[in-house]
């Protein structure tokens, strides 16, 4: 078992930025941020693997970044020039499973309770 724990969401107005947190009790290979809008499917916005390889949506590239702290035992998002559109719920998310970890919800298999973002326009 994993337990996941995000911290660091709120309100922002539009082009702000804010850093998300997670602390994790044994930090995985695939680690993610998800993010769910209310009416609206799971998201993948950005996944990191033991070597630091990073994916990222188009939506997200180049404003947000993944990164992960293993003596930490915790896994970053800095979120920069936030749009509107970045509301939502995000969620921290882990697999034990090696190899690629894409930013496909099935792929993880622990989840931690999300922290909320609201970005203002």
């Known amino acids: 078992q994993v337990q996941l724990v995000e911290t660091g969401g709120g309100s922002v107005q539009a082009g702000g930025s804010l850093r998300l947190s997670c602390a994790t009790s044994?930090?995985?290979?695939?680690m993610g941020w998800f993010r769910q809008a209310p009416g609206k499917e799971r998201e993948g916005v950005a996944t990191i693997d033991g070597v630091g390889r990073t994916s990222y949506p188009d939506s997200v590239k180049g404003r947000f970044t993944i990164s992960r702290d293993n003596a930490k035992n915790t896994l970053y998002l800095q979120m920069n020039s936030l749009k509107p559109e970045d509301t939502g719920m995000y969620f921290c998310?882990?697999?034990?499973?090696?190899?690629?970890?894409?930013?496909?919800?099935?792929?993880?298999?622990?989840w931690g309770r999300g922290t909320q973002v609201t970005v203002s326009s």
């Open positions: 998310a882990a697999t034990g499973a090696y190899g690629t970890c894409p930013l496909l919800r099935a792929t993880y298999n622990y």
């Open positions: 044994r930090i995985t290979y695939c």
